[in-house]
């Protein structure tokens, strides 16, 4: 697969030839799994132009990960929360409304301005299982969610996938 340094995700043919048509793959028990799995430093900015992202209503995936680092913004002015629940759900929204209605939100979690988001198309539901996560703050001493990671795990149809 191409380096980041290859692809400007602002030119989606040059994405699309690099991304899609060579998205990550295995084998299951029923068959072939395709995975679009992503990471978005917003930089605390609204989610504009997700159609560069994520291919229209998920064409060609089973599975979309998306691993979100700086996601929340002010969504009126003069209300700042560290957690800005507001710009949190809008982003989800936007994600769904990108996808389209053939998929769900299998996994979701959400560590103050990090967020990972999994969604699997609906067929996949009853093939997914053990869905678990974990977080790890890595601020001040160890301490502050302003830094930090995210896992979350699943198996689908007896493999294990993890995501960080």
Same mark, same amino acid.
């Given at each position: 697969?191409?380096? #980041?340094?290859?692809?400007?995700? %602002?030119? +989606?043919?040059?994405?699309? *030839?690099?991304?899609?048509? +060579?998205?990550?793959?295995?084998? /299951? ?13 917003? =930089? ?16 060609g995936y089973d599975m979309i990960v998306l691993g979100c680092q700086e996601s929340t913004y002010?969504?009126?002015? @003069? ?7 507001? #710009? ?5 929204? #936007?994600?769904?409304?990108?996808? @389209? ?8 979690? +959400?560590q103050v301005q990090m967020q990972l988001l999994i969604y699997a198309r609906k067929e996949m ?9 974990? *977080? ?5 001493? @160890? /301490?502050?969610?302003?830094?930090? %990671? ?7 149809? =007896?493999t294990s996938l993890a995501f960080v």
């Amino acid at each position: 697969m191409a380096s #980041s340094n290859d692809i400007n995700l %602002g030119e +989606k043919e040059e994405w699309t *030839t690099h991304y899609s048509e +060579k998205g990550a793959e295995f084998e /299951v028990a029923h068959g072939e799994v395709k995975l679009l799995v992503a990471s978005w430093n917003m =930089g605390n900015a609204k989610a504009t132009n997700l159609d560069v992202l994520i291919p229209n209503q998920g064409a060609g995936y089973d599975m979309i990960v998306l691993g979100c680092q700086e996601s929340t913004y002010k969504a009126k002015k @003069g209300i700042t929360t560290l957690f800005m629940d507001a #710009s949190v759900a809008e982003l989800r929204d #936007s994600v769904e409304a990108a996808i @389209g209605d053939e998929f769900y939100r299998a996994h979701y979690v +959400k560590q103050v301005q990090m967020q990972l988001l999994i969604y699997a198309r609906k067929e996949m539901r009853s093939r997914i299982s053990n869905l678990e996560y974990s *977080t790890e703050n890595t601020g001040f001493f @160890g /301490v502050l969610p302003n830094k930090g %990671g995210i896992l979350g795990s699943m198996t689908v149809d =007896g493999t294990s996938l993890a995501f960080v």
